[in-house]
């Protein structure tokens, strides 16, 4: 009987969040006149924002499928590039790093390879978040649907296609015997992570891009620059050997995710201070905070601009 | 009859203008204004079970004012108050992905118009027969022609019984026909649907079909009312701009 209830109650004020609600049309005799647009609190943007995912997830779905298909289009290869990809650029960095260091580890290659792969979830999902208001012009002014969707599935459709490059690894676990177990879902777990530090920082600026584009080329350079600062041809234990400046680069919040990776490879659970984990997750959590409610704010106004 | 179910109330909407450094540099020499106004301060109000036509020439705000409607803009300044859903036509077919099958993009385009799960695989054979894709319908929408996108567009589009339909140009797709068929099936929305606004320039069918016409110019209401009057009216502000630009 309460279950009844709790759950009348909760598909009601879930429906809400639906950009149609069907209530609506099924009662004509529903609510009276109501505003337009009329905003919910941005405080409650980091809640709402998640709800209003699952709420549309039947139009969430079908947009990240519209994405991946068309991701590969008319290639021969098609989703193996998702693979290809990180393992040439991976190459190209193996080469440059041997001749300029000298063949500092046997696993090398591996380890840029998880670097490049982790690194570039999150570029690609900081990127899409960022264009996805300016990107998606002509369907913003033609249909109205919640706008949070745009930058999400951007990066929901990242992190799919990044948890395919990570297939990657069962060849390397057969090629390197590395061990085959439960740590290997610690490569997952970190993908998702890199995908949500990216998506909480796009989401501060992407309706800033939409007023003017600058915003955009500087994240594409951020993103460049971001990979040298990050573990990505070198890794964690490496700064660990070089004092101050191995202190100072362990602030970079990647640097968690990509370790983790590795060390998931490894066999073995994450191999540095908890505190670091913490810190990485935590800075996450408030970017998507700050990020939701500087969306969440700014969006509508942002539009017009487009 | 009398029960309103959309008030547009003193709605102002600025467009901002683009701004550079090179033009903000040039900008200081000479005047130019930081906004666009596109709609002026429009009051409309409109009943339950009413058919209202829009028209004006081009630039005049009557998009826009579908958008505040439908809520893609917000206004700077007045309310936009609607009772019941709506359903916005315009641009059929936005969003479309090329690589995917006849019938997956009714589905994507289905939810983007925002059908439940359930609703649109129910609706799904209608969508199907109305569009009369046949065999195609299972080929990927790149190999389509324009109209025949159009028809897919329009089949789904049309599956939804919204409470209030808002039209933007979007009569008359494909070959004459479908034409035909198109402008019957979107007469049956019309007719279904409680309430109906449509933006044209085919002023016959908009005095065969509306209650009322609206007359905008330059982002304000200039007339409303009965058709024949807001159309003669229309044609005369049209001859006056025309002499105007000839002095």
């Known amino acids: 009987m309460v279950n009844e209830w709790i759950r009348i109650k909760s598909s009601v004020w879930f429906d809400k969040l639906r950009h149609k609600p069907e209530y609506m049309s099924e009662s004509s005799s529903g609510p009276g006149l109501t505003i337009v647009g009329k905003k919910t609190p941005a405080l409650k943007a980091p809640v709402t924002n998640l709800m209003t995912l699952f709420a549309n997830n039947f139009l969430v779905r079908n947009l990240i499928r519209r994405e991946i298909r068309g991701k590969y289009r008319n290639t021969f290869l098609g989703y193996a590039w998702t693979v290809i990809e990180p393992t040439l650029l991976s190459i190209v960095y193996w080469f440059l790093f041997i001749m300029l260091a000298g063949n500092p580890d046997e696993h090398y290659a591996v380890w840029v390879l998880i670097g490049v792969i982790v690194w570039s979830c999150f570029g690609k999902s900081l990127m899409a978040s960022v264009t996805s208001l300016s990107g998606n012009t002509r369907m913003i002014h033609l249909v109205y649907f919640p706008r949070i969707i745009f930058p999400m599935t951007a990066v929901f459709t990242n992190i799919v296609i990044t948890m395919m490059s990570s297939l990657v690894v069962i060849p390397i676990i057969l090629a390197y015997g590395f061990p085959f177990g439960i740590h290997l879902i610690m490569i997952p777990i970190s993908i998702c992570l890199a995908g949500f530090l990216g998506i909480g920082l796009g989401l501060v600026f992407a309706p800033l891009n939409c007023i003017q584009k600058d915003v955009e080329h500087l994240f594409r350079f951020i993103v460049r620059a971001g990979f040298f600062v990050s573990p990505v041809m070198w890794t964690y234990e490496m700064a660990l050997d070089r004092g101050v400046f191995g202190e100072v680069v362990l602030w970079n919040p990647m640097v968690v995710p990509i370790t983790m990776a590795r060390h998931g490879l490894m066999g073995k659970w994450l191999d540095m201070p908890i505190n670091s984990l913490f810190y990485s997750i935590g800075f996450a959590v408030v970017l998507w905070i700050v990020g939701s409610m500087v969306f969440h704010k700014y969006e509508r106004e942002a539009v017009k601009h487009l | ?247």
Not at chain 2, 184 to 201: K, L, Q, W
Request: proline fraction near 3%.
């Open chain 2, 1 to 247: 009859m009398s029960e309103v179910v959309i008030s547009v109330e003193n709605v102002v909407l600025r467009f901002p203008r683009r701004r550079s450094l090179v033009s903000l540099i040039t900008g200081m020499f000479k005047k130019t204004k930081r906004t666009f106004t596109a709609l002026d301060g429009i009051d409309i109000s409109i009943n339950k079970g009413e058919i209202i036509g829009i028209i004006g020439t081009n630039g005049c705000g009557k998009s826009t004012l579908l958008r505040i409607i439908s809520g893609i803009y917000p206004p700077d300044e007045g309310t936009c108050k609607v009772k019941g859903n709506i359903s916005l036509l315009a641009g059929l077919g936005t969003g479309f992905s090329a690589h995917q099958t006849g019938k997956e993009n009714a589905i994507l385009y289905g939810s983007i118009l925002g059908y439940s799960e359930g609703k649109i695989i129910d609706k799904l054979p209608e969508i199907i027969s109305f569009s009369e894709l046949g065999e195609f319908i299972n080929e990927p929408i790149r190999t389509y022609s324009a109209g025949m996108k159009a028809r897919l567009g329009l089949a789904v589009a049309s599956a939804i019984q919204p409470d209030i339909l808002l039209i933007d140009e979007v009569l008359g797709v494909g070959d004459p026909t479908f034409k035909k068929k198109s402008t019957d099936r979107i007469m049956e929305m019309v007719a279904e649907a409680g309430t109906v606004v449509i933006v044209s320039h085919s002023f016959g069918m908009l005095s065969d079909l509306c209650d009322r016409i609206i007359l905008l110019e330059k982002g304000n209401v200039v007339s409303e009312g009965d058709p024949s009057e807001v159309i003669a009216k229309y044609h005369s502000l049209a001859k006056k701009r025309k002499s105007g630009g000839d002095e």
